[in-house]
C-alpha cells in the first residue's frame, strides 16, 4: 500500500499529548516533517487565537515551503448539565464553561483551517483531517458544549469537502469513541469497565488506533475519499 508521506509537512494541533501525541508518532514512522501545535508547547500556539494561529502557520511555510497536512486535534472538555434538577434548579452549565469548549473545539478548528487552506490552494493539494467524536453523531448527557462542538466538526468537514474539492484539498473526519488515553486511564475502574461494556469490541481503543486513522486518511492509499467521518469506536453505539 502506498502511503507516501516522507517528507510530506504535517501539523498536528493538541500533539503534545494522548492522541494528538500519538497522531506525530505515527506521520513521523512514515517520515513526515511533523510539527506539533499546543498550549504547552514551544512557540506555545493557541488554537483560539487567530494571530497565534496564523504566525504558527507563517513560521511552518517559511521552514518547510508548503503545508501537506492539517490534523485539527486540539480539543477540551468541560461537562455540565444544561440544568439539573432536584425539586428547582440546583445546577447548570454556566456561560464560561458553554464558551470555553467551543472557542476550541469550533472556533479553533475554524481558524486553523482557515490559514492553512491558502497554501493548500496555490499548491493544488492538501489533506485536511478533523477529530469528531462519536458523541457528535449520537449526543451525550452532560455534554450540550462538547457534543455541539463535534456535529459541527463533522458540518465543517461537509462543507469544505465540496468547497476545496476543486483545489485537490480532501477533507475528512474522524469520530474516536471510548480511547484509552491517561485521562481515561486515570478514571476510577469502574468508570473504565461500564466504557468497555459498551463497546462490542469489549474494550478501549489505544490512540494509536486513531492515530493510524489518521495517517491512512492522510495518505494516497485514500486518495479518493472525502467528505467522510470515518468512526474508529470499536463498534459502539453510544447509550446502547
Known amino acids: ?11 498536528v494541533t493538541g500533539g503534545a499529548a494522548g492522541i494528538g501525541r500519538a497522531t506525530v508518532d505515527g506521520f513521523a514512522a512514515e517520515g513526515a516533517n511533523v510539527v506539533a ?6 512557540p506555545k500556539v493557541d488554537v483560539t487565537d487567530a494571530a497565534s ?49 467551543i472557542n476550541v473545539n469550533l472556533k479553533g478548528v475554524f481558524l486553523c483551517t482557515r490559514a492553512v487552506v ?7 493539494r492538501g489533506v485536511i483531517l ?20 463535534k456535529a459541527g466538526v463533522i458540518s465543517f468537514t ?19 469513541g471510548f480511547i484509552a488515553t491517561d485521562m481515561v486511564r486515570a478514571m476510577p475502574q469502574k468508570v473504565v469497565e461500564v466504557m468497555e461494556s459498551k463497546t462490542p469490541l469489549a474494550k ?8 493510524n486513522a489518521y495517517v491512512w486518511l492522510a ?7 472525502s467528505g467522510a467521518v470515518i468512526s474508529v469506536d470499536g463498534g459502539l453505539v453510544l447509550g446502547t
Do not use: C
Open 1 to 11: 500500500m502506498n502511503l507516501n508521506l516522507k517528507d510530506k509537512v504535517v501539523i
Open 37 to 42: 501545535w499546543d498550549v504547552t508547547t514551544d
Open 53 to 101: 494561529v496564523q504566525n504558527a502557520v507563517d513560521d511552518v511555510v517559511a521552514k518547510y515551503g508548503r503545508i501537506d497536512v492539517l490534523v485539527n486535534n486540539a480539543g477540551i472538555v468541560r461537562d455540565a448539565q444544561l440544568v439539573k434538577w432536584k425539586d428547582g434548579v440546583v445546577g447548570m452549565m454556566d456561560d464560561a464553561t458553554f464558551d470555553a469548549v
Open 118 to 124: 491558502p497554501h493548500m490552494i496555490q499548491a493544488k
Open 130 to 149: 478533523n477529530a469528531s467524536s462519536i458523541v457528535g453523531l449520537y449526543g451525550n448527557f452532560g455534554q450540550t458544549n462538547y457534543a455541539a462542538t
Open 158 to 176: 461537509k462543507t469544505w469537502s465540496r468547497e476545496l474539492g476543486r483545489y485537490n484539498i480532501r477533507v475528512n473526519a474522524v469520530a474516536p
Open 204 to 211: 478501549l481503543g489505544e490512540p494509536e488506533d486513531i492515530a
Open 219 to 225: 495518505s494516497d492509499a485514500a486518495k479518493f475519499v
